[in-house]
């Protein structure tokens, strides 16, 4: 089976990227094949996958993981030799631009040239608050993450060019980017910037796609699609009918009761809406491919056939595209020859061609233990959980339960030289970005609903005269109940936000830092609550009328997972200095995660970029 796949986008594909991975139908090992003629050079040598050739460098997976970078020496002649680029690394993207984004084990995230030579270091104050860097440098722009999740962009001398402030942005293409903010107060924009971040449309409303003849293929309704100009102007409206849009070289490929047909931009039909799918193979020719019952035919904005044969297609959009048939795929060209000599059963990379996948991003390896370290450091030296002992009431346990919780999934905060505080970072708004096609679709229909509070039984019994109050949430008088034969009173819960029936308290995804999050649950041996009744006279039933802490229920460990988003493994190496600080305090060693002191334990378990962890009595 055919396995087309891969990450990036690039401003020019087809000029940069000259060779995709293969393997060959017999072969077990990958190839380097020729994406214009076909040729298949160091057949069935690498063992893991090679990245695709651009500028003539590409990288390979080495037996411990990690990747090395290759330069091909007369990759055009008959005897093409690979010499190795200094370094491996935990991480990197493949080589566009005149450069490849790494990361070296322990080290910062870095780009390198055709060389190895450091063209620019992410380190020091001129970077701080970078999370992370896009994999790929596309029309000499990259992309970065602050610690919030915004998006800005470095050019590709590493300088910041554009802030952060996106919640999402494409790749540039042709000096341009797609982009959505959301300001401070709520308010969102989707604009078109140039490669300096200026704003290129003037009406903040419209949901611009992909550019053509100067103006934009856009959504202008809910139900309807046609040609914006930048300042917000109308200047075509497609047939309501067609269900979704997506741009081919100088024309429009339109889908209609999902079937794709071909028009101009003045929504002038060139081909009917009869094909399962259509897609450009050539810009310079007017040239498509289009299928229909896994058949395939290349034709011209007339719909007359060039071509045909059997089988599924993916275009290179360079006039060659390939076919799979029977399990086994073909690289043919514009008159239906095939390029390469032997049949292939997988090719990887084709998404960095048509530029659909954005490309995987790089965080720095240089990773600050103290963080974990501080969060375990009650625990080495007082034998308490956050200065909880095992043993605590419900009602101690919960005020740090509250302030822990009250930060879960919020970002540490911390002062930013890259960012624009005046936008905020947000996923909620569902959009779809895409390369080729309209680029922003919303999703109404998405769950915009808050939780809920669940009211407590007998909280509707409250009436309207005399109140029955509940003092003490510890412990009751309930002297003034006699003064009335059916007195009222007002439902008193000591913690809302918990069910009656817990027996423990859970904190979701507590940030300790910008590369560490904690979850854990703190258990308890009996209910956190117990409910309080009262007898009134000429009642058959007593009332309930409070929920108070459970005196008798204890904490009894607590239980939880650290993860740590780094691309290499960290936990590991975190597990075996918390293991020696312990021992340092006088802990002993009870098997190979749990170590004992004064009565009480403590498990530690590490996974890659995971910690476990159980204390307990």
Not at 168 to 193: C, H, P, T
Not at 241 to 267: A, H, S
Request: charged residues 30%; aromatic residues 12%; contains cysteine.
């Amino acid at each position: 089976m055919t396995i087309f796949s891969g990450c990036g986008s690039s401003n020019a594909p087809t000029e940069s990227i000259t060779h995709l991975p293969v393997r060959l139908d017999g072969d077990d090992d990958y190839s380097l094949m020729n994406i214009e003629t076909g040729k298949v050079i160091f057949q069935d040598e690498f063992k893991y996958e090679p990245s695709v050739v651009s500028d003539d460098v590409f990288y390979t997976l080495n037996k411990d993981g990690l990747l090395e970078y290759h330069r091909i020496k007369n990759i055009d002649s008959d005897d093409p030799k690979i010499e190795d680029i200094p370094g491996e690394f935990v991480n990197g993207g493949p080589f566009f631009n005149g450069m490849a984004i790494v990361v070296a084990k322990n080290e910062n995230i870095k780009a390198i040239n055709e060389d190895g030579e450091v063209v620019f270091e992410i380190v020091g104050e001129k970077y701080k608050g970078i999370e992370r860097v896009s994999g790929i440098c596309v029309n000499n722009r990259i992309k970065f993450f602050d610690i919030e999740g915004r998006i800005g962009f470095l050019d590709e001398k590493g300088e910041v060019v554009i802030k952060a402030q996106f919640c999402k942005a494409e790749n540039f293409k042709n000096g341009k980017s797609k982009v959505y903010r959301q300001s401070v107060d709520g308010k969102g924009e989707w604009l078109i910037i140039d490669n300096n971040g200026e704003i290129l449309t003037n009406i903040k409303d419209v949901q611009y796609g992909d550019e053509i003849d100067g103006n934009y293929i856009s959504k202008i309704k809910e139900d309807r699609y046609g040609i914006v100009s930048k300042d917000g102007e109308i200047i075509t409206k497609f047939d309501k009918k067609i269900d979704y849009v997506k741009k081919l070289g100088d024309y429009i490929g339109f889908m209609r009761n999902d079937k794709w047909g071909l028009m101009d931009d003045e929504g002038n039909v060139l081909i009917r809406h009869k094909y399962d799918n259509i897609e450009l193979l050539s810009k310079e020719k007017s040239l498509y491919l289009v299928g229909k019952d896994e058949e395939f035919k290349i034709v011209n904005t007339d719909d007359e056939e060039q071509f045909s044969g059997e089988g599924k297609f993916t275009s290179l959009e360079n006039g060659n595209y390939f076919v799979e048939e029977n399990k086994s795929v073909m690289l043919m060209n514009i008159e239906g020859e095939e390029l390469c000599e032997d049949d292939l059963k997988k090719v990887e990379g084709i998404n960095y061609l048509t530029g659909i996948i954005e490309g995987n991003t790089i965080k720095s390896d240089v990773y600050d233990k103290s963080t974990i370290k501080s969060f375990f450091s009650s625990i080495i030296t007082k034998q308490s959980f956050l200065n909880l002992k095992l043993g605590s009431t419900p009602k101690s346990v919960y005020k740090i339960y509250k302030n822990a919780s009250s930060s879960e999934t919020k970002d540490t905060k911390t002062k930013s030289n890259v960012s624009d505080d005046k936008y905020v970072f947000t996923n909620d708004f569902n959009a779809v970005f895409r390369y080729c096609g309209f680029a922003f679709e919303d999703d109404d229909d998405s769950d915009n609903n808050a939780d809920e509070s669940v009211e407590e039984y007998g909280e509707a019994e409250a009436a309207s005269e005399a109140t029955y109050a509940v003092e003490d949430t510890d412990g009751y008088d309930y002297a003034e109940a006699a003064e009335s034969s059916e007195p009222q009173f007002t439902f008193t819960d000591v913690a809302e936000d918990i069910s009656s029936y817990a027996n423990e308290l859970r904190v979701y995804d507590s940030k300790l830092d910008a590369f560490t999050s904690v979850s854990y649950t703190f258990n308890f041996s009996n209910y956190l609550k117990e409910a309080k009744y009262k007898d009134f006279e000429n009642e058959y039933y007593p009332k309930h009328v409070a929920n108070v802490w459970n005196g008798s229920s204890k904490l009894r460990s607590v239980s939880g997972t650290i993860s740590i988003t780094f691309n290499s493994d960290k936990a590991e190496d975190v597990v075996k200095e918390l293991k020696k600080s312990l021992t340092d305090n006088k802990w002993k060693k009870k098997g190979k995660d749990i170590l004992t002191k004064d009565g009480v334990s403590l498990r530690l378990r590490a996974s890659y970029n995971s910690i476990s962890f159980k204390f307990s009595s």
